[in-house]
C-alpha cells in the first residue's frame, strides 16, 4: 500500500501567527504523510467553528491565542472528541506541567524530529484526553505539581506524587510504589521518572530505585548501606550512591 492510498488523519492548525500556520503546514506536508489538513484557526471562536465543520482527528493547538487561548476551544467541548498536540513557548514549570500530565507538546520553534515523535504518539495511542487535560489544567492553574499521569496498556492512572514512596526499575517498565495503595506498572524506564520527579524529593539510590526522601524512616551508613521506607521496607544503596544520600539528607536538615 503506498503512501497515498493510507487512510490520513484529519489535521487543523490552531495559531494567532500566520507564519506559525503557514511553517507547521509545511512541515506536515513534507514530513507527516500519515496527516492531512483539513483547515486552520487563528482564534478561539475561528477554531471551535473550524471543528465543528470539519471533525478533525487531531488538533495542533497553539496554548496562547490573542485574545484567550487553547484552553478556551477545548472549554467547548465535553468530552474533547479529538486528540491534541499542544504547541507552546511557556516557560520550564509548565513544561514540567505537561510532561506530569503525559500530555503531547511541541516547543516553539517545533523540531521535525519532535513532530514526528508527537505524531506517532497521538495517532496511535488510544486514550480519553479529559483527564489528562485535566490534570494539565490543574497543575499550571496551581503552579504547583500535585499529580501525575502514569500511562498504562488501558490508558492512565493518576497518583499524588507525595504519596509515591519508591520507584523500582523493571527492564522497560517501572513499577510505583506508594505506601498504603497497591502498586502500578508502567511502561517506561525508571530513568524517564528521574528526569521527571523533583531532584530535590526524589534521589536514585541504587540502579534499580528511585526513593522519594519523604517517606524514608531510616539510612543505615554501613557496608552493605540500606535504606528502611516508611512501611518498614528496605532498600539497598549503591555503594557510589551513599555519599550522595548522605549530603542530600544534610542539605535538607533530615540529619
Known amino acids: 500500500m503506498t503512501p497515498t492510498t493510507l487512510k490520513r488523519t484529519p489535521v487543523l492548525i490552531v495559531d494567532d501567527e500566520p507564519s506559525g500556520r503557514n511553517s507547521l503546514a509545511r ?18 471562536r475561528e477554531a471551535v467553528s473550524q471543528i465543528r465543520l470539519h471533525q478533525p482527528r487531531l488538533v495542533f493547538l497553539d496554548v496562547e491565542l490573542r485574545p484567550g487561548s487553547g484552553f478556551d476551544i477545548l472549554d ?81 492512572a493518576f497518583a499524588e506524587v507525595n504519596r509515591i514512596m519508591y520507584l523500582k ?35 536514585r539510590i541504587h540502579q534499580s530505585y528511585l526513593i522519594n526522601l519523604r517517606h524514608l524512616q531510616a539510612f543505615h551508613n554501613t557496608k552493605n548501606g540500606r535504606v528502611t521506607m516508611a512501611n518498614g521496607e528496605e532498600l539497598p544503596i549503591a555503594r557510589n550512591r551513599k555519599a550522595v544520600l548522605y549530603e542530600r539528607l544534610q542539605q535538607l536538615g533530615m540529619m
Not at 27 to 39: D, K, R, S
Request: with cysteine; charged share 25%; hydrophobic share 40%.
Open 27 to 44: 512541515m506536515i506536508e513534507e514530513y507527516c504523510p500519515e496527516l492531512t489538513q483539513v483547515g486552520e484557526a487563528a482564534s478561539v
Open 76 to 156: 467547548q467541548f465535553d468530552p474533547v472528541p479529538f486528540k491534541v498536540v499542544f504547541c507552546t513557548a511557556f516557560d520550564h514549570y509548565a513544561l514540567r506541567a505537561f510532561r506530569y500530565a503525559a500530555v503531547d507538546y511541541l516547543c516553539k520553534p517545533i523540531d521535525i524530529q519532535e513532530l514526528k515523535q508527537a505524531v506517532r504518539r497521538a495517532t496511535q495511542v488510544e486514550s480519553s484526553f479529559d483527564q489528562q487535560l485535566q490534570l494539565l489544567r490543574e497543575n499550571i492553574r496551581r503552579r504547583e505539581i500535585n499529580k501525575i499521569a502514569l500511562p498504562r496498556r488501558d490508558g492512565f
Open 169 to 203: 526499575a523493571d527492564g522497560s517498565y517501572t513499577h510505583f510504589h506508594f505506601q498504603s495503595d497497591p502498586s502500578i506498572l508502567v511502561s517506561k524506564r525508571i530513568g524517564h521518572y528521574e528526569g521527571l520527579l523533583d531532584p530535590i524529593a526524589f534521589l
